[in-house]
């Protein structure tokens, strides 16, 4: 049996491939997600581009942006990634990989995994929260990942149900929309880029987002009371980010402020994650 886990993280911005010792990442393969096609044709595409790797590993774990429920892969909000409904995830990286230990489970799940195992979580009760191009999150509680619909924050509605979701006014699709009128076809790394250059219209929608999400964490904080709440995601991650959270969050009491982390895993976290889920089912799986 190979010690070494192919490990996938299909967001909706990029598909990272690696190769996982343990906590260790020995390779990587990275690539934008498609904006077209469908997922059968992503999964294909990457599956070629890292056929070198066939034969070192002999189980497979896949961290996607969406729901998996039986192995089957749904979004809850195609503006992040245009999943058709219940794609067979497991069934079809089975068949691209030729292996039949095949776990399937949430992106922001397997990265609040990752984290709370070898990062920023440091084994304690935690929340992780990802703020990329949409927004997700994991729970861990008592050393359990929940799984199934659990951390879905982005996924939060306001009393004002016409407004959408809290990710279409606080993740990197609403960074980058906001910042049409001002730099027309701009990204969201590029706004953070305006921003530390001193615009106005950039510093006021990093903000704007940042204080969306130092509300969340005051709410996680109150519904969970975790000992942590760890932040990552190219957004939340992104310089500056955290530390306006933190200001924003300065003034509260003590026992309501949530205790913020970076994440340190950065981009692996869904890797690292969903390798050692998937490492420890197999293994459960054949004893
Ligand atoms: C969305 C949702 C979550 C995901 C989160 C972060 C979809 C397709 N995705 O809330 O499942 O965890 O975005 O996703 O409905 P990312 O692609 O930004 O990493």
Known sequence: MSRLVLALDIGGTKMLAALVDGSSV??????????????????????????????RYDTVGVAVSGIIDDGCWSALNRKTLDIPDCFPLTATVSRLSGCN????????????????????????????????????GGIVVNGKLLGGL???????????????????????????????????????????????AGQTWAKDIVGA??????LLCRNIKLALDPARIVIGGGIGLAPGYLDAIRQMLAALPPRLAPELHAAALTE????????????????VDRA
């Open 26 to 55: 020995i390779e990587t393969h990275k690539m934008p997600t498609p904006r077209g096609g469908d997922p059968e044709q992503w999964l294909t595409a990457l599956f070629d581009a890292i056929a070198g790797w066939k034969g």
């Open 101 to 136: 230990a095949v776990l399937a489970a949430n992106d922001a799940q397997a990265a609040a995994w990752g984290e709370y195992s070898f990062g920023a979580g440091a084994q304690q009760d935690m929340v992780f929260l990802t703020i990329s191009t949409g927004i997700g």
């Open 150 to 196: 659990a951390g879905h924050f982005g996924q939060f509605r306001s009393l004002d149900e016409a407004s959408g979701t809290l990710e279409d006014h606080v993740s990197g699709n609403w960074i980058a929309s906001q910042a049409a009128p001002h730099l027309s076809g701009a990204t969201a790394r590029e706004v953070f880029e305006a921003a530390a």
């Open 209 to 214: 987002s940042a204080r969306q999400t130092a």
């Open 268 to 283: 692996s976290a869904g890797v690292v994650g969903i390798a050692d889920l998937a490492r420890s089912r197999s293994q």
